[in-house]
Nanobody, 125 residues
């Protein structure tokens, strides 16, 4: 069983920045593919960014390219999402997700085994 705990969400003005963190349990974090998803009210959960086991491969949704950066620190069992130039349309609950024993980047929600509880990000205009 893998537990994922997100932190770092909050309220920020448009143009501001936030950094989300996701700490994973388990001794094999380096073998997990990881991703960040978001879900706005009344909308489906969508991929924001994904990363492979060693950070050598990443994926970004078109809406966040050039503004968000996904990274990981395997020594700390931690996934990050640096969010810059935030826009009101980025407002959503952000979830981290893990796919165990997978070394490639995963971009679909059904490919992930475990999910965090989510952290709210609100961007005011």
């Amino acid at each position: 069983q893998v537990q994922l705990v997100e932190s770092g969400g909050g309220l920020v003005q448009a143009g501001g920045s936030l950094r989300l963190s996701c700490v994973a349990s388990g001794r094999t974090f380096s073998s997990y593919a990881m991703g960040w998803f978001h879900q706005a009210p009344g909308k489906e959960r969508e991929i924001v960014a994904a990363i492979n086991w060693n950070g050598g491969s990443t994926y970004y949704a078109d809406s966040v390219k050039g503004r968000f950066t996904i990274s990981r620190d395997n020594a700390k069992n931690t996934l990050y999402l640096q969010m810059n130039s935030l826009k009101p349309e980025d407002t959503a609950v952000y979830y981290c997700a893990a796919r165990v024993s997978s070394y490639s980047t995963k971009i679909y929600s059904y490919e992930y085994n475990y999910w965090g509880q989510g952290t709210q990000v609100t961007v005011s205009s």
